[in-house]
């Protein structure tokens, strides 16, 4: 009945988004022609290109269309950041740093755990539960899932302690959120600082000075052999890891689970109107706590394939806000997992080309580790308002 | 039937998707919570939080968690207060005091910096970015201008500090004004960005990196001139300096903003009920814009306090490990977003996080690197306790049944 | 009904106890097969509570339950359910963003190869119950693009896809206009002809007395009687509800109005989601008259009113405060023009419940001297006006220093009416001003609008009740979609008023 969001006087025009579609486009080829083979040797092209499909995006967005107008920013900014930094450094280091298919691979790399977590996020979520607690329970998950490795001899149990820890530590989001109502932001921020310590402290107190061994068994890859002859596909696919393809084929199973099966009905219903879903006999408390543990399993699976598939190692605070930018994805993506994941693999990319940059150019280059997060908040700010989130995200439910 | 925590129906949507956040429900509990228990609750939250961390004490280590504080208290120098410590032990103790105090003054500013914008409903946990763009204009501006008057100077480089830091969580407060994007997310990636933005300025071959030592990536030291003067203890060895009045200040304006004008009135009625604040003709942006700002100049200003204080410089490491900022979401839920709150949760944490800094504490009752993360899982457990204050709301009923009053 | 139909639910000596309170005392009830019986009673009379047990939403502390003649323990919505007990809650528990057939379906879904979601099926099941009990519906439409009528059997269906014979359908008619109330009638009658039993929750004397077999009369948590709906008059029900002769008129003098005080022209509003809910209204109030604006609920009004108080931009149009243009004007420069407005949420929007009574007070002022100044508050002048308007408002249950969340609801709108009247406003908006408020507060508000005309205000008031509307207004406007529809004296009948409620007195020119 009353309003709090600005009044926005009409529906946004269709052609907007048309609009948005080519400065979208504009700014990629900005990207694509300073890039090798192209390799345009001078950054004004870039420059005007983005700069067309900057403008065209604050025109879309601020006339309404506001998921697609942030796109075409993104990819402006996207476009002449990484135009203007090849231009600068040498041809031979650029076509060294920009090799497509290895690009693509490392892209996927750094995907895969966002793609574990937003789909766990995209769960909780729907089921009517913030779980800003994703960070933690990746973090979990890296830990226990060396940790796992480590003391039991095999990756996959180091795996599957990652995925017990992680639903236990979920499980203490879910007391708190469902059980005992505690304020959700403030119940994961918790989660988030007990999982830092906890494995900081377990860290320390079990590897000491020394850091995690380096013969844990890892994740294995998988060798596709017949790929051989395709040196292209090769190199993107030819040789990932596990669970990568895990995270792969995670995506559209998730979709069929939450839109075409009686349970993922079910678990729409209850972050959709709790009591209704109460009313008509479903247990509100008991299909929450699965959709949060559930997140939380996930969530760990990312984390283990950072620390057991990817890196080999454990860090304190290893996953460097990945939760969070997962989080982003799962608003960003529409609560729906292919737009999240989606989403998991434009910030995918922006990980790749930051960490392959600053290996070959200047000091410039350490800015662009910042680039994920510099998306993600645009990404943020765009998408606000035009997405719809569960209507009952984040309230706790109160059986009268 | 409660009607409450359904949204009736074709009310408006929160457009961020992580839910009403914090306004309705933790306000509301706070505000019931403060007046039924005064001072009881937080203290049983900082309690049952220590009583946790000694359990885990003494499953990893099997060592005994009372020694373990005890030791962690001498090491925060609080046995200074006790009047039958004497001797070398004394000077030790209020040596250890003014570390300890040095910390309580970042940790109170921090702690106002998440409180102030808690008031209006907003969860600011970008301390960390606030406070790394304030320290980096402190130290940029402080290693500047040799010869400068030095009360200008540090007014200056503070001054700098605050409006940088209110610079930086104004971004996350217009986009919250503007858009709705939920200030959770936009400040956590502003700390990162920060993070990065530091790394490049002090990295080798970064701008700010250091004139005489060409591979360190750390800052030039600041002139004698913007160095704050020590009031309490030797200046050589890292007194207490006078920023410590900045913090006592801070809270004071903390204070009088909330209670005494009417900048104080728009936020905690925004915080409580944006719609009713919307009606009755309050900007409703605007304050949310105002709220992260001056919570940014709080945790800005913290920044530059420390460096004009006793860093004196910054490094990539340093900013990279600025995690003080962090602490004050704990230090603010734990003193319940009020002045004397967070006063006394600053010291608290000040004296835990400088009882186990690794030059005060005894490795043989405990490795200071453990010790370290205990806090982070203090910490943790502080604010679990006061998210989940059903359960501590739930003690003090049953202990008031056992005293009927 | 013929006698020898057997009883299908018997609740005797229910008894359910809140903090403090006797929700249901020792209360008994029971319903025969085929029959609708109406439990009656004014809000808060225990109602609710008794159905929600029924439903399994509550336990009762004393009493038992037999459901054809069975003892049964209904812990639980499910277990009702499996009872046989379906309910229509007056708050639909719909989805909105689902479809029809998914609403229906939801906890006891189809499916195929055990795993997932049959949703042909689902659609099948629909059409085949709708046809079946002649409640047509769309089962692939969602929820939010159909009509309240069309959502009601949505609900209806939802109960007898789970095969319930016992229906408790929760004031039904509250959001319903009189033209849907009426077809939801015959389909009661449908219902009880195939067998299925209805109870019928309403404070709405007239209706029970069309529809019902038996009345069942509830006041403050206690059993009034039971009685045969044959024979009993509005009046007779009337006194047993209430305890007392009512007299719904408020007396006032007639109106005599003069200066145009607040003017509407052609004002076109959107809503959030972009569709147009004000169509061009014009409006005049003037100084020493209450306007009346009858309309059912979503017909635009929520929209006029933000956009006449400056909470949402007019697309195009003007808005006039005793001849000032506050069109674009922020909610803040329509206080300053003059404007008072109560808003139709007291709890949501018109106060801070966390603030105290005496900063409630200051909600619009504290700006200003003597509140403040430049920016540096007075908390002692806030806590002497508190004081004052308590005493001059007669705001019961605390002083100026209590949080205004801790006040009943009569009381809180009290708080709301002294601010916006104690500013001296030339013109109130007053919307809903009674919802949820017992019968002393509701006296209260009305002789006090009837006061603040008498003084030269000019009152807009839009309200859902036909009978406040009719009560109190001196002249009375409908809305419908967007629309004035027409235009009626105060002496105009119900039926009148409900014609053009529902866009029937489109075209017309009415009195």
């Avoid at chain 1, 700014?27 to 345009?40: C, D, R």
């Avoid at chain 1, 990945?322 to 995918?348: D, E, K, S």
């Avoid at chain 2, 969580?169 to 994007?181: C, D, E, R, S």
């Avoid at chain 3, 145009?260 to 972009?274: I, K």
Wanted: glycine share 12%.
């Amino acid at each position: 009945m009353t309003s709090t969001a600005l009044p926005i006087a009409a529906r946004a025009p269709r052609g907007l988004r048309s609009v948005a579609w080519i400065g979208i486009a504009l700014g990629l080829v900005g990207l694509w022609i300073a890039l090798p083979p192209i390799s345009v040797r001078s950054w004004v092209w870039s420059f005007v290109l983005c700069l067309i499909a900057i403008m065209l995006g604050i025109g879309v967005l601020i006339r309404g269309e506001r998921r697609f107008g942030s796109f075409a920013i993104a990819s402006g900014v996207l476009g002449f950041g990484v135009g203007y930094l090849a231009t600068l450094s040498g041809l031979g280091k650029l076509e060294t740093v920009v090799v497509w298919s290895a690009l693509i691979a490392s892209t996927l790399r750094f995907a895969t755990p966002l793609i574990f977590a937003a789909i766990g996020g995209v769960f909780s979520e729907r089921s009517g539960v913030t779980n800003i607690g994703l960070e933690g329970m990746m973090l979990i998950g890296a830990f226990f899932g060396i940790l796992g490795a480590d003391k039991l001899g095999t990756w996959w149990l180091g795996l599957l302690t990652a995925i017990v820890a992680g639903g236990l530590t979920a499980l203490l989001h879910a007391v708190l959120s469902i059980q005992l109502r505690a304020d959700q932001i403030i119940g994961g921020t918790a989660i988030n600082f007990l999982a830092l310590g906890l494995t900081g402290y377990l860290y320390v107190d079990i590897y000491g000075a020394q850091g995690t061994p380096n013969d844990i068994p890892g994740i294995p890859s998988v060798h596709i052999g017949f790929l051989d002859r395709f040196s292209f596909l090769d190199v993107v696919l030819g040789d990932l890891n596990l669970m990568i393809w895990v995270a792969l084929i995670l995506i559209p199973l998730s979709w069929i689970f939450l839109f075409k099966t009686p349970l993922g009905l079910r678990i729409r219903a209850v972050g959709e109107h709790p009591r209704a879903a109460d009313t008509v006999g479903l247990s509100v408390y008991r299909i929450r706590y699965s959709a949060v543990v559930l997140s939380g399993m996930l969530a760990a699976c990312g984390g283990a394939y950072l620390s057991i598939g990817f890196l080999d190692s454990f860090n304190e605070n290893m996953t460097a806000g990945r939760g969070f930018i997962a989080l982003a994805a799962v608003i960003f993506g529409n609560w729906r997992p292919f737009g999240a994941a989606a989403a998991c693999v434009l910030f995918g990319f922006s990980s790749a080309l930051a960490q392959r940059l600053p290996e070959y150019s200047g000091s410039a280059a350490v800015l662009f580790q910042a680039l994920p997060y510099v998306l993600t908040l645009i990404a943020v700010a765009g998408v606000v308002g035009r997405s719809i989130p569960p209507a009952a995200v984040g309230r706790p439910y109160r059986k009268s | 039937m409660s009607d409450l925590d359904q949204p009736p129906a074709g009310a408006p949507q929160d457009p961020s998707g992580l839910g009403p956040g914090v306004r309705q429900s933790m306000l509301e509990r706070y505000d019931v919570a403060a007046k039924a228990g005064g001072l009881l609750a937080p203290v049983l939250t900082a309690l049952l939080a220590f009583a946790v961390g000694g359990l885990v004490v003494i499953i990893t280590t099997g060592k005994n968690p009372l020694a373990t504080y005890r030791a962690i208290f001498e090491g925060a120098g609080f046995n200074w207060l006790l009047p039958w410590v004497q001797g070398t032990e004394r000077q030790a103790a209020a040596f250890n005091m003014q570390q300890t105090l040095i910390i309580t003054t970042t940790l109170v500013l921090t702690g106002l910096a998440v409180a102030f914008a808690f008031r209006c409903g907003l969860f600011n946990i970008g301390g960390q970015g606030q406070y790394i763009t304030g320290a980096i204009f402190a130290v940029w501006i402080g290693s500047s201008f040799e010869g400068l008057n030095p009360f200008i100077h540090v007014v200056f480089a503070a001054a700098a500090g605050a409006l940088c830091g209110a610079l930086w969580a104004g971004i996350a407060g217009i986009l919250k004004a503007t858009v709705g994007a939920h200030e959770v997310i936009s400040t956590i990636m502003l700390n990162w960005i920060a993070i990065w933005i530091g790394a490049f300025l002090f990295g080798v071959g970064g701008p700010l990196q250091n004139d005489r030592q060409e591979f360190v990536p750390v800052s030039n030291d600041i002139v004698e001139g913007a160095k704050l003067p020590v009031f309490w203890g030797d200046p050589v060895f890292q007194g207490l300096h006078i920023g410590f009045f900045v913090a006592i200040a801070g809270l004071v304006i903390y204070w009088l903003i909330l209670s005494r004008t009417t900048l104080g009135y728009g936020v905690k009625a925004v915080g409580f009920n944006p719609e009713a604040a919307r009606y009755g003709g309050i900007n409703v942006p605007r304050n949310y814009f105002l709220a992260m700002a001056i919570s940014g100049a709080f945790a800005g200003v913290a920044g530059a306090i420390d460096i004009l204080g006793w860093q004196f410089r910054l490094g990539t490491d340093t900013v990279q490990q600025a995690t003080i900022a962090f602490v004050g979401i704990a230090v603010a839920l734990l003193g319940r977003n009020t002045a004397i709150g967070v006063a006394l949760a600053a010291l608290l944490f000040g004296g835990l996080l400088t009882g186990t800094a690794t030059r005060n504490l005894d490795p043989e009752v405990f490795q200071p690197e453990l010790a370290s993360n205990l806090t982070l899982l203090i910490q943790g457990l502080v604010v679990l306790f006061v998210g989940a204050d059903v359960i501590v709301l739930w003690l003090m009923s049953r202990m008031r049944r056992k005293r009927p009053a | 009904m013929t006698e020898a139909a057997p009883t299908v639910l018997e609740m005797t000596h229910i008894t359910k106890r809140f903090a403090g309170i006797v929700a249901n005392d020792d209360i008994s009830f029971d319903l025969r097969q085929g029959e609708v019986h109406a439990l009656l009673g004014e809000n808060g009379a225990g109602k609710s509570t008794l159905m929600n047990i029924l439903y399994g939403l509550y336990h009762p502390d004393e009493g038992e339950i037999k459901i054809a003649g069975k003892q049964v323990q209904l812990g639980s919505p499910s277990a009702a359910i499996d009872a046989g007990v379906g309910m229509v809650h007056q708050h639909f528990m719909l989805i909105p963003v689902m479809t029809v057939a998914e609403n229906i379906v939801l906890g006891h879904e189809p499916r195929h190869a055990d795993l997932f979601l049959d949703i042909g099926e689902a659609n099948e099941r629909v059409r085949e119950i709708s046809d079946r009990f002649g409640l047509t519906v769309d089962p692939k439409a969602r929820i939010q693009d159909i009509t309240v009528g069309q959502q009601q059997r949505v609900e209806i269906l939802k109960a007898l896809h789970r095969n319930a014979d016992i229906l408790v359908l929760d004031e039904p008619t509250a959001v319903l206009t009189p033209q849907e109330a009426g077809e939801l009638f015959g389909i009661v009658r449908g219902l009880t002809e195939q067998g299925k039993s209805i109870i019928f929750i309403s404070h709405k004397l007239n209706e029970v007395a069309e529809i019902a077999d038996r009345i069942t009369v509830l006041r403050r948590g206690k059993l009034i009687d039971t009685i045969p709906a044959a024979g009993a008059t509005e009046e007779s029900l009337a006194t047993l509800m209430v305890g007392r002769e009512v007299t719904l008129r408020v007396d006032k003098s007639p109106s005599n109005p003069t200066d145009t005080l607040l003017e509407v022209r052609d004002l076109h509003v959107f809503d959030d989601r972009g569709i147009e809910k004000v169509r061009g209204i014009s409006l005049d109030i003037r100084a020493g008259e209450i306007v009346g604006l009858a309309g059912i609920d979503g017909n635009g009004q929520t929209e006029l009113i933000d956009a006449m108080t400056g909470l949402r931009r007019a697309a195009s149009g003007s808005v006039k405060v005793a001849g000032k243009d506050v069109t674009t004007a922020t909610a803040y420069g329509h206080f300053e023009a003059g404007l008072g407005h109560i808003p139709e949420d007291r709890q949501r929007r018109g106060l801070v419940l966390e603030f105290s009574i005496a900063e409630n007070i200051a909600l619009h002022d504290y700006r200003r001297a003597p509140d403040s100044r430049f920016g540096w508050l007075f908390p002692a002048r806030l806590l002497e006006r508190g004081a004052r308007l308590i005493k001059e408002y007669d705001v019961r249950g605390g002083g100026p220093q209590t949080r205004a969340g801790g006040l009943s609801g009569g009381n809180q709108q009290k708080v709301v009416l002294a601010r916006e009247i104690d500013r001296n406003p030339q013109a109130l908006i007053a919307a809903q001003p009674t919802r949820g408020l017992d019968v002393g507060a509701i006296e209260f508000v009305h002789r006090r609008l009837v006061e603040e005309r008498d003084e030269g205000r000019a009152i807009l008031l839009v309200s859902l009740e036909l009978e406040e509307i009719l009560s109190l207004s001196d002249r009375i406007l409908v809305i419908y979609e967007g629309e004035i529809v027409g235009e009626f004296p105060p002496w105009a009948t119900e039926e009148e008023l409900g014609v053009a409620m529902t866009g029937g007195g489109r075209g017309e020119e009415a009195a």
